[in-house]
């Protein structure tokens, strides 16, 4: 199967765009974007499809898809499936070298931040809370007036700030708000340093000693915070990263193994078949692009960089 890029200009002085979208009772080919999602379904039901997970798209529910992941919506026949898509660059609001505290926003379109996998249903709290703003977000961009931008940047920050906030629901205890607050403001180093440096051969040690708090609590704190442990944090950076550079550049998959930090190119096809439900290389040719003029040119690379990984096996 092919996805093709679907490329939709951004102001990139101000990279958002709110519109609305409607698919047909087709079987519509997967795409993806370099840019972050947020649809809501309007009307009609169906499916949304991401790579090879589907999930049912009815009135209200809402679906957040990240920046590099195939996906599609499917009406249910006969019929359409009518959307409002938020679509932003994750510059717009977590610019590089910003607080961390900016990059919290972000955290429930990265698989470790978000329990909920890629649809949020209609019948949930946070999904009600959610639609209001993601309407009013739409009202005022069709106004079409520059002295709004603050106000569009206000109301996607408050949308982002409810799915951190659910993404987050199960390890808040409410009777101990300020502990927690504490626990977050002592990890932010931590993940800061994890996002520069995950691509290098990094340990909970060498973590520890940089941010000068114990191994241990360390570990609690990331656990606590994010609700995933260290290493699967790491995890899903480092496979975040190598999905990307597999759709978007000509490397090898030995390559892109070693980018993104992993040394043992066995080790690296082991975590990513876990992760993938696929190898790499298959990856790579189930979302190649149409259009490409090395398309068989990659996908002989990865098959080659596949057989040499098994046969050292």
């Not at 990279?15 to 609305?20: E, G, I, M, W």
């Not at 409607?22 to 169906?46: K, P």
């Not at 959307?83 to 070298?97: C, S, W, Y």
Request: glycine share 4%.
């Amino acid at each position: 199967m092919t996805v093709f890029f679907w490329k939709h200009d951004l102001d990139p002085t101000f990279p958002l765009s709110v519109l609305d979208y409607e698919t047909a009772d087709t079987e519509e080919r997967l795409h993806w974007h370099d840019y972050l999602e947020i649809a809501v379904c309007l009307e009609g039901r169906g499916r949304f499809l991401f790579g090879r997970r589907s999930y049912p798209a009815e009135p209200g529910d809402i679906f957040l898809v990240d920046n590099a992941e195939p996906h599609v919506g499917v009406a249910d026949r006969p019929g359409r499936l009518r959307l409002l898509l938020t679509l932003f660059r994750p510059e717009l609001i977590a610019a590089p070298g910003c607080r961390t505290f900016d990059t919290d926003y972000l955290a429930p379109f990265w698989c470790g931040g978000r329990p909920f996998a890629n649809r949020l249903p209609a019948a949930e709290a946070a999904a009600s809370e959610l639609r209001p703003i993601l309407l009013e977000l739409k009202t005022v961009w069709d106004r079409d007036e520059s002295r709004d931008r603050h106000l569009l940047d206000a109301n996607l920050r408050r949308a982002l700030a409810i799915l951190v906030r659910h993404s987050r629901a199960a390890e808040v205890d409410n009777d101990d708000t300020s502990l927690e607050n504490v626990r977050h403001e002592q990890v932010l180093p931590v993940l800061s340093y994890v996002d520069e440096h995950f691509r290098e051969s990094l340990t909970l040690e060498q973590v520890s000693e940089h941010v000068h708090v114990s191994p241990s609590r360390v570990r609690h704190l990331f656990k606590d915070v994010t609700s995933v442990g260290f290493k699967e944090y790491v995890t899903n950076l480092r496979l975040s990263e190598a999905k990307r550079l597999l759709l978007t550049s000509n490397s090898s998959v030995r390559e892109v193994a070693y980018t993104v930090g992993y040394t043992n190119l066995h080790q690296f096809y082991k975590v990513f078949q876990r992760y993938a439900s696929m190898s790499p290389a298959d990856y790579r040719r189930y979302y190649t692009r149409p259009g490409e003029t090395d398309v068989r040119l990659r996908q002989a690379t990865g098959l080659r960089a596949e057989r040499q990984a098994q046969a050292a096996c």
